[in-house]
């Protein structure tokens, strides 16, 4: 099922950027910490777990699991926004595309795509795996 919604272009912001430039390659990357070794997100200059400013971009799987979702039936063109748990650990705010809406689960498997936006770079979201 095709996504026919126009993507806004992300802002992107200081701490973001490299996020953004890897999207652009169609890269997956999420920011760790090499002080105590957790990923995490969102992206930021500070690590949220031991609060070092040893932070890197690593590639990341592309892999995660639906936390929870809610399916947006009322606008022009339906779409599903989902927290998807991250196999490297963090749990990020994202939409669930290319699918049956009513078949969508929680724990549901989900890979990574990149979808296009009006002028920047593509956005990271997820598919049934």
């Not at 996504?3 to 997956?28: H, M």
Request: aromatic content about 10%; glycine content about 6%.
């Amino acid at each position: 099922m095709p996504d026919a919604r126009k993507i806004p272009s992300p802002i992107v912001s200081v701490e973001g950027k490299a996020f953004w430039d890897a999207a652009r390659a169609r890269r997956f990357v999420v920011p760790a910490c090499t002080a105590c070794g957790k990923a995490h997100w969102y992206p930021r200059a500070i690590c949220p777990f031991c609060a070092s400013d040893k932070i890197e971009w690593r590639d990341a799987s592309g892999r995660g699991a639906i936390y929870t979702f809610s399916v947006m039936r009322r606008a022009k063109e339906p779409y599903a926004i989902a927290y998807v748990t991250l196999a490297e650990g963090p749990t990020m705010m994202t939409n669930i595309v290319d699918c049956d809406f009513d078949a969508l689960r929680i724990g549901q498997p989900v890979t990574v795509v990149f979808k296009d936006t009006e002028n920047g770079p593509p956005v990271p979201m997820f598919r049934p795996a």
